[in-house]
Each structure stands twice: as C-alpha cells, then as structure tokens.
C-alpha cells in the first residue's frame, strides 16, 4: 500500500513540475473600485514561470479591439501558439502577456473603450488598478524599459494613446489596425446620447491621435521620442489612412517610427500575423 501512495505522489509530482515547465494562460479578475465592478483579464506566463523563485518578468499589455473580451487574442489570434513558437526560437525571451477586457460584444448596450468616458474611467482603471496590482501579482519588473502595449484596432489607438499620454511608462507601442480618429459619426441606435457604440467613437475623437501631435509641443516631442513606435495595417483597411498620416505626422516632427503596410484587411487572420513582428518589437526594445 505504501509504494503505491508513493507511486500516485511521484505521478502528481511530475504532472505538476511538467505543467510548471509548460507556458499557460491564466484566467484572473480585478474587483476594480474606479470601475465599481470585477475587471476580467488573461495572462500569459511563460515556460517555467515560478511565483516562488524571485525571478521578475518584462510584461506586454495586449489590447483588443472593438467587440471583443479579453479572450480574443487567444481563442481567435492564437496568441500563446505564436509566443511558444517565438520563445522556442529565441526571438523573445521569458515575458509576461496581459490581454485586459475593456468591452463587450454588444457594443450598442455595453461600454466599450480604453479611455475616460461619462460614468466609466477605464483609462484611471488601467494605470491606477490594473497596471499595479497585475505586475505585483504576476511578478513583473515593472518600469518603462520592461513594459509594452500593443493592440488591434481600438486596442491599437488605444495603445497608441496611452504611450502618447505616459510615454514615461512604455518602452514600445505596436499599433495594428490602429483606430485613431473619427471622423462623422457611427451608427447608433435611438438616442445618440446614450448608445454606448456611439459614446466609444466620441471617446476616440476626444482623445485623437493625430490631434495630439499636431498640438504637441517640443517637450511632448522630447517624450515621444523616448518610445519605439511601429504602425502595422493592411492594404485593404478602412483605417489604413489613419496609420499613414499619423506615421508622416510624427516623421514631421522628428519622432521616429515604423510602418508597415501588408497584404490584408481588418480581420484576425491579419492580426494573428502581426504577433510574428509584434511580440519580437517589443522583445527588442526592452531594456532601452
């Protein structure tokens, strides 16, 4: 009897070191005060992620776009696919993924959006809970140099706004599909003023990307060039003019940035692609 207990711990024993070795997503929500309500988030960790060994992590904050959750960037970009596949081959070392939920799929009736809005401080969310709590808790490093965000289309300006407003907090933003302005409005349905997809889209305006350097003085300039920037999106996307005039806007100014127009339109099949050049961009820039 006794040898086999000790053969069902070895077995369990194993099983568990074989699983710490193996990379994995988390499931985890945040009980947010801003927000007033539990925040949901995945996290990658890498293969032999161990909160008991002291070792820190470089982390990358990796958004959604409109209509998504925080599941997205796995179950349709296959995001932990590509980052084995990319740590197997040494083109990015042990990092630390967070996919935040900042939406819904019901984009008429529920809030979505990385900024502030009437009734729904995401962005105060994000850099005074989330960003925090989720380093602790995951044991990032948790400075610019070892910190990125990188999203798609709302996730893209997203990301794009947030290294323009804390570039003391980002090393890389890595934009796909980036929507970084409106122009007009979007469709909405009854009362304008109440339909949450039509709050979001002036969310987006109030907070433009390009409006922001246009107007930025030489010290937001000096800041600017602090971040590595790289705008990915394809030829056959509506928000491609966005990327361009925003990558000239910024090459006018002195800030130094990437641009990469590819074969594609607004779809997963372009975003899960991007990962390739994305997760590697931010792997490069840390430590910088």
């Known amino acids: 009897m006794k040898k086999i207990f000790l053969l069902l711990f070895l077995v369990v024993a194993g099983a568990s070191a074989a699983q710490a070795q193996r990379s994995q997503i988390v499931k985890d929500t945040l009980r947010s005060n801003i927000l007033g309500e539990g925040v949901p988030y995945n996290v990658y960790l890498p293969a032999g ?7 820190k992590y470089p982390v990358i904050y ?70 925090p709590q989720a380093e602790e808790k995951y044991h990032c490093i948790g400075d610019k140099a070892h910190r990125a965000v990188m999203g798609l289309s709302m996730g893209g300006g997203g990301s794009t706004v947030y290294c323009q407003r804390h570039p003391d907090m980002f090393s890389s933003c890595y934009a796909m599909s980036a929507w970084l302005d409106q122009e007009g409005e979007r469709d909405y349905v009854g009362d304008k003023e109440k339909d949450k997809l039509y709050i979001v889209a002036k969310s987006v305006h109030d907070h433009s990307a390009l409006e922001f350097v246009d107007k930025a003085d030489e010290k937001t300039i000096q800041d600017l060039k602090s971040v590595a920037w790289f705008f990915d999106c394809g030829d056959d996307d509506y928000l491609l003019k966005l990327s361009v005039a925003l990558h000239f806007s910024m090459m006018g100014k002195g800030i130094r940035n990437e641009l990469r127009v590819r074969d594609g339109a607004h779809t997963w099949e372009y975003w899960h692609t991007a990962l390739y050049q994305s997760l590697p961009f931010a792997w490069r820039n840390f430590g910088k």
């Open 62 to 131: 990796l958004l959604h776009g409109l209509y998504g959750m925080q599941e997205d960037w796995q179950e349709r970009g296959r995001m932990k696919d590509v980052a084995d596949l990319l740590a197997a081959s040494g083109e990015i070392g042990p990092v630390v993924i967070i996919m935040p939920c900042a939406g819904h799929e019901d984009v008429h009736n529920v809030q979505n959006g990385y900024f502030n809005m009437p009734g729904r401080s995401y962005e105060d969310f994000f850099f005074q809970e989330l960003l």
């Open 49 to 55: 992620f161990n909160a008991d060994s002291g070792q």
